[in-house]
């Protein structure tokens, strides 16, 4: 019998099934979707088996060993493989690394091994362990050539080891004997306190009166019994009282309109206006399936939003599992095989959790508009579109949840492809916070030359008098956005990225926000000398500092990507702002979204017209709703205001946030069509990733003027907004369709090589 395996090495060349023959003692039991260890020349490799024939046109060798015992890649996992495969053209070998989690891969590790240790050069003999073996790192590779020749020469061996990612956590446990208890009663009196029927940690031993070495002894002697006993590794979540809600009239009608279609595949958008208890409907929708003995799913696009939400769960279920990209391997591996087993019927996570296959009754995406759904690095896929598949797989219903749906999402809706519901009402607090424009050229003119105006400096005194909170969100990291050289205008960039670094005041640096770079702080411009160089615009470390001069009694906690680096840090940093008596947070949009802080009164909203900037056919759409997000925080209990500051607002956009969604969709759905722009049209692109700008440029032209001989509309090629991130260059062209020739596609994309890397984004969309 022969193998067809897929290996996971994500290279053009690779992107192909290699044939190899299954040992007689495998036969009886591997399958489809199971890894296996596989030899490729001299080294070894996991792969995945795919396809099972009973015979090869090629010279094969032997599979080497088989990992599982039951396939790791299940029916569900193959299906959205061939998805993304067909939809993103993706490599084949990137397809299953992406939805494979990575705790059920391996690392790789070379090991030199001792072969005649009397030969072997001096100064590598140190580098090896008592038993004769040197495990290569990446600071070794210098030895690389030296390695190589005493290989050849038959006095080292290089082997390559295989080691999973992550796996279970044991912990040595004891429990008593009853046939040794007795004799050993007067030497250890301690035993007296042991229980016959119970499992001892070390620590409980101990603090009875064992030593360590008394321990050892017990079981040496059969007194004690030693085992390993496997734990689940917790996800630093804490729980606190959540009351159970009496639904209102609209959320009871749409969790009997979701029910009565919980057996057939089903699309609903559910738009709900801040407030409206959208989550209230999700858990009730998750009782009644789990109450079947079905899993449900519920995503969140970002970290952060996941503790509130398993607060309240664990308070009205048990059974609830966490999967996130924050968590350590060894935790998502735990998570991993309770959601696998069922020992869990509620799955919560971002989008690294929705390729677990499970045995789903339901699907949940809450705050479905946001872009955070789309998975930019390495292999591109968009979760919304991939949850309709996911859904229609299980035929089951999904459900896109929102308080400001994307133009796509309500067109859907409007067309019937989605069954729509709407929660009007506030059923905590009724009345909707009242907002205030202000424009910052006026309050210049003023001579306030602060960042904050006049009403919003007010309102802040206003409620740090009332022991109330205010969040402030302005979406830039650092203190400034550059530094610039006054004299001469230079401008310190990343010499990876060709962007200009931002200055950090308290770190005292520069930092690329795309490939990590960073160096000190210039005194003096090294173009010109001249010291007269100065930090540029307004960053979200500046906001602090002119907080803590203007407000200098208030206390204030800053959330940005900065300081929500380590672990649990989402959940500490958002306690300590209801806990802790917290004046004013500041944050980038990570807290604008979904987030529901009871003591929230007042909404700053800082040079909000910096978002209607980003050079995009949908960006007046991101506007929009980050601003509605945002101002969504306020006033969810009690009466909130939000004050919108900027120097250049849209009139447009004061009016739709006055007049509503409705006035926003049409106004917008309007100017889609005039530009031809999704719903009306299809709008692709290609991405060329190259380590030289001219053949970058080149491929990318070349494919343009493929795809304009076949009557396609192709604007570009162009540079995007930083045309160099990582040290490589990038070109982009972009192309508007009804209906696109899928072998044109395959065909751009075979023209990458081990230097250019072209990447198909299939509708630039938000769903």
Not at 557 to 570: E, G, Q
């Amino acid at each position: 019998m022969i193998a067809r395996v897929i290996l996971d090495i994500k290279h053009q060349e690779m992107n192909r099934l290699f044939d190899y023959l299954v040992p007689a003692k495998w036969e009886p039991f591997l399958s489809l979707g199971m890894r296996v260890v596989v030899p490729l020349g001299e080294s070894k490799r996991m792969g995945y088996v795919v396809e099972l024939v009973e015979e090869s046109e090629f010279e094969v060798k032997e599979i080497i060993e088989v990992l599982d015992t039951i396939p790791t890649i299940e029916e569900e996992t193959f299906y959205l493989a061939d998805v993304m495969k067909k939809e993103y053209f993706h490599l084949e070998n990137r397809v299953f690394n992406t939805i494979i989690p990575k705790e059920l891969l391996v690392h790789y590790q070379k090991e030199v091994h001792f072969v005649d240790e009397s030969k072997i050069p001096f100064e590598i003999k140190e580098f090896f362990n008592t038993k004769g073996v040197w495990s290569v790192r990446k600071k070794d590779l210098p030895f690389g050539n030296l390695l190589r020749r005493l290989n050849k020469n038959k006095i080292v061996e290089i082997k390559t080891v295989l080691r999973s990612k992550a796996k279970e956590k044991r912990i040595k446990v004891y429990h008593l004997t009853k046939t040794a208890f007795n004799r050993y009663l007067n030497r250890y009196p301690q035993l007296e306190h042991l229980e016959l029927d119970r499992t001892y940690l070390r620590e409980d031993l101990v603090e009875v009166g064992f030593s360590i070495s008394n321990i050892n002894t017990l079981v040496k002697h059969g007194v004690l019994f030693e085992k390993l006993k496997k734990v689940n590794r917790g996800v630093g979540v804490s729980q606190v009282e959540a009351d159970r809600i009496v639904l209102t009239a609209e959320q009871q009608n749409a969790v009997d309109a979701v029910l009565s279609k919980k057996d057939v595949f089903q699309p609903f958008l559910l738009k709900g206006i801040s407030g409206s208890g959208k989550t209230e409907v999700y858990f009730d929708l998750i009782e009644a399936i789990i109450k079947e003995g079905r899993q449900a799913m519920l995503l969140v696009p970002e970290i952060a939003l996941i503790q509130p939400l398993y607060q309240r769960l664990s308070k009205r279920f048990d059974s609830i599992s966490v999967f996130h990209s924050g968590m350590a391997a060894g935790e998502r591996f735990d998570q991993y095989q309770m959601i696998k087993n069922k020992e869990s019927k509620i799955i919560i996570g971002t989008r690294s959790a929705f390729f677990i296959p499970l045995d789903l009754g339901i699907l949940i995406l809450d705050e479905a508009h946001d872009e955070s759904y789309v998975q930019k690095e390495g292999a591109y896929y968009d979760t919304r579109e991939l949850a309709l598949y996911k859904a229609k797989f299980h035929q089951v219903p999904v459900v896109f949840g929102t308080s400001t749906p994307t133009l796509e999402m309500m067109y859907s809706a409007e067309q019937g492809e989605y069954q729509k519901l709407e929660l009007n009402q506030r059923p905590l607090f009724k009345k909707l916070p009242k907002m205030y424009f202000v424009d910052m050229k006026k309050e210049l003119q003023e001579n306030n030359t602060s960042i904050f105006s006049k009403i919003l400096i007010e309102k802040i005194n206003d409620r740090i008098a009332k022991k109330e909170q205010t969040m402030l969100f302005l979406n830039r990291k650092g203190y400034a956005p550059f530094v610039l050289c006054r004299t001469c205008g230079y401008v310190p960039k990343c010499p990876n990225c060709e962007i200009a670094l931002t200055y950090y005041k308290n770190k005292k640096q520069l930092t690329c926000h795309y490939c990590g770079y960073h160096e000190g702080i210039i005194q003096a411009c090294p173009s010109c000398q001249s010291d007269k160089v100065k930090e540029v615009g307004v960053g979200i470390e500046y906001v602090v500092n002119r907080l803590e001069k203007t407000f200098p009694d208030a206390k204030i906690l800053r959330i940005d990507a900065n300081v929500t680096k380590t672990k649990n840090s989402h959940e500490i940093l958002y306690k300590k702002f209801e806990t802790e008596n917290i004046d004013i947070l500041v944050g980038t949009q990570m807290v604008s979204k979904g987030l529901d802080f009871k003591n929230v009164t007042l909404v700053g909203f800082l040079m909000a017209d910096l978002l209607f900037q980003i050079p995009h056919y949908f960006a007046s759409e991101q506007a929009y709703i980050l601003l509605m997000q945002a101002c969504g925080r306020s006033g969810r209990h009690q009466q909130g205001e939000v004050i919108v500051q900027g120097y250049d607002l849209k009139e447009s956009l004061e009016k739709n946030v006055e007049q509503g969604y409705d006035s926003f969709y049409k106004e917008a759905l309007y100017q889609r069509k005039l530009g031809k722009y999704p719903p009306y049209n299809k709008v692709s692109q290609f991405i060329f990733e190259g380590t030289e700008l001219l053949k970058t440029y080149q491929a990318a032209f070349q494919a343009k003027k493929d795809l304009s001989e076949k009557g396609v509309t192709v604007l570009g090629p162009i540079e995007p907004l930083y045309r160099k991130t990582r040290d490589r260059f990038t070109y982009l062209i972009t192309f508007k369709y009804q209906v696109l020739n899928s072998e044109m596609i395959k065909r751009i994309l075979k023209g990458q090589t081990a230097n250019l890397y072209i990447q198909y984004i299939p509708s630039l969309m938000m769903m």
